[in-house]
């Protein structure tokens, strides 16, 4: 089992959550981005850098993507390659995406898109909040303990 990161929009505080895990669960650890990142010294953690463009980042982890694999994406095209694949994708604020739920996720994405191109004013996500990171790190610590008791 692998965790991919989709870093480039990922937020910090999340990172560090990500990072605490890998070394306690002894768990391989990719962040994928279009930037340099900083990570701590550590023989699970790493970084893969790619060229900057449209969904460059996405595409290198659906390529290298394992089933069983886990993705950490707020981005729901990206969820739901991962989940066709037979990867988990858990979003930052600690919901992780199912069969069920990603189609409902397309249509609303789709359904937003269509409103701003025609110019309405959508407005973005709300900051990470203190619940989003206990969430997050709720459903990370679990997912973690399932994968070791396999």
């Known amino acids: 089992m692998h965790i991919w990161v989709d870093a480039d929009a990922c937020p910090g505080v999340i990172k560090e959550i990500l990072f605490r895990a890998a070394e306690r669960a002894k768990v391989p650890l990719t962040l994928v981005a279009n930037r340099f990142l900083r990570t701590p010294p550590s023989r699970y953690i790493r970084t893969m850098q790619v060229p900057a463009g449209f969904d460059v980042a996405d595409n290198q982890i659906a390529r290298q993507l394992g089933k069983g694999d886990l993705v950490i994406t707020a981005d729901i095209p990206l969820a739901a390659e991962v989940i066709e694949k037979g990867g988990h994708a858990l979003n930052p604020r600690g919901e992780f995406y199912t069969p069920d739920t ?49």
């Open 102 to 150: 990603i189609r409902e996720r397309l249509n609303l994405r789709d359904f937003m898109d269509t409103l701003r191109s025609s110019g309405v004013a959508t407005g973005g996500p709300s900051v990470i909040s203190q619940g989003d990171r206990k969430a997050f790190a709720s459903q990370l610590d679990r997912f973690l303990a399932g994968h070791a008791s396999r």
